[in-house]
């Protein structure tokens, strides 16, 4: 693989940018303080900015390495960070990512989740040079494998009682693709003519 760190990226209705301290604001409130968004994660509420700023800080520490990914999630529609997403595991041997996200209740059922990760599958199977990407959902709650679907990708199996999150011990679904079943798919060629557009 090919590190290049968390760059900037960018799609029709999203930037995906490091973190930086100002958003400690925007996170406590669009997402990071609401017990519907955090039901199905494996971190604590907030309790107020100062949480947010400390997670943020940690995580712009971390943006020295270019093996670190955590973008933030802009909306361009009102310049607010609306959410998080980035790798939250890797194998170096197998060259493959696991993605975590979350995202404003504010900001659900808008196609947003799923364009962010639609670029994000984009970038790191054609910049970065990764082999697979996979992700996973609490089988109670199925609109992220939706997300994950309309990302391409594909469900794969489902861990019994293989997760813990703020609810407790959970069943985890699984969806993974490779390189090669992204470039047999036709996203590279779909991507590429989306990104020339948006920038035109």
């Known amino acids: 693989m090919y590190d290049l760190g968390t760059v900037v990226l960018e799609t029709n209705r999203l930037i995906l940018r490091p973190f930086c301290l100002t958003d400690a604001e925007d996170m406590h409130r669009n997402w990071a303080s609401n017990p519907n968004v955090t039901k199905f994660l494996g971190w604590p509420l907030h309790d107020s900015p100062k949480d947010s700023e400390k997670i943020i800080a940690d995580w712009i520490e971390n943006y020295k390495d270019v093996r670190y990914y955590e973008w933030c999630i802009e909306y361009k529609g009102n310049h607010q960070a609306i959410g ?7 194998n170096e041997n197998t060259k493959s990512v696991e ?24 970038f790191l199977f054609e910049e970065v040079g990764v082999n697979r990407i996979e992700a996973r959902h609490d089988t109670k709650n199925p609109n992220s494998g939706k997300v994950m679907k309309k990302a ?12 813990f999150n703020n609810i407790g011990i959970c069943d985890l679904s699984i969806l993974g693709m490779t390189r ?3 470039d047999a798919s036709g996203m590279a060629s779909v991507n590429r003519v989306t990104n020339r557009e948006e920038r035109e």
């Open 99 to 122: 993605i975590g996200y979350c995202i404003g209740e504010d900001y659900w059922f808008q196609g947003l989740t799923a364009e962010a990760l639609r670029e994000i599958v984009r």
């Open 180 to 182: 090669r079943m992204y």
């Open 84 to 90: 998080s997403m980035g790798v939250v595991n890797r």
């Open 152 to 163: 391409g990708l594909r469900y794969e199996g489902t861990l019994i009682e293989g997760g």
